[in-house]
């Protein structure tokens, strides 16, 4: 059955860039989103339709789809960028999350 | 601007029932799917359902689906999950959040509430 990989934890230096993973069935052709989550907030959406950032997104963060797998980018990393990351599709009329990321700016 | 406010939780025993609601604004209600997702505190998101713009199509997560409906009333800006047959399991904050879609085709979540607090427990 459909499933959405993340990795558990990706860590980056101040001003290096970080590239969080996304893997599941032919994520190429799904409308892949992301959200940020801080401790003890809500999700933001941060990146829609695979490349696509709401308004009030930094330019800073940047999305991709290629095969299998999708990825959110974040140029430039600051310490606010420091959250909990998940992806999410629809497949089959089901929502799907991935286990969610961990970015750590060290 | 887009506000989400969920209400209803708290404290219930095993086997009893309990119903959030959503109340929303800044937006027109009427023409948007919405859903609810539940998050273990330190883990990760959970999707619960989720209902179409005019309530005509509900869709549930397997774990939910035959103990929790989900409804809405465009009169009042305001949907509605109806949690029965509560498990320990069911234990997790309950986010309401607004599709940009008005119902299951293919969406994302663009806002979110501030989420609610369930507690099952004996």
């Known amino acids: 059955s459909f499933a959405l990989t993340q990795p558990p934890s990706v860590s980056v230096s101040p001003a290096q860039t970080a590239t969080i993973s996304c893997s599941g069935e032919?994520?190429?052709?799904?409308?892949v989103a992301w959200y940020q989550q801080k401790p003890g907030r809500s999700p933001v959406l941060v990146m829609y339709q695979g490349s696509k950032r709401p308004s009030g997104i930094s330019e800073r963060f940047s999305g991709a789809r290629f095969g299998d797998k999708a990825t959110l980018t974040i140029s430039g990393t600051e310490a606010p960028d420091e959250a909990d990351y998940y992806c999410h599709v629809w497949d089959r009329k089901i929502v799907f999350f991935g286990g969610g990321t961990r970015l750590t700016v060290l | 601007q887009v506000q989400l406010v969920e209400s209803g939780g708290g404290v219930v025993q095993p086997g009893r029932s309990l119903r959030l609601s959503c109340v929303g604004s800044g937006f027109n209600f009427k023409n948007h799917g919405m859903h609810w997702i539940r998050q273990v505190p330190g883990k990760g998101l959970d999707w619960v359902a989720m209902i179409s713009y005019d309530g005509g199509e509900k869709l549930f997560a397997d774990s939910v689906r035959g103990r929790f409906t989900i409804s809405r009333d465009n009169s009042k800006n305001t949907q509605f999950l109806q949690m029965n047959n509560l498990t320990p399991e069911d234990t997790a904050i309950y986010y309401c959040?607004?599709?940009?879609?008005?119902?299951?085709?293919?969406?994302?979540?663009?806002?979110w509430g501030q989420g609610v607090l369930v507690t099952v427990s004996s």
């Open positions: 959040a607004k599709d940009n879609y008005y119902d299951s085709s293919g969406g994302h979540m663009d806002y």
């Open positions: 032919n994520l190429a052709n799904k409308y």
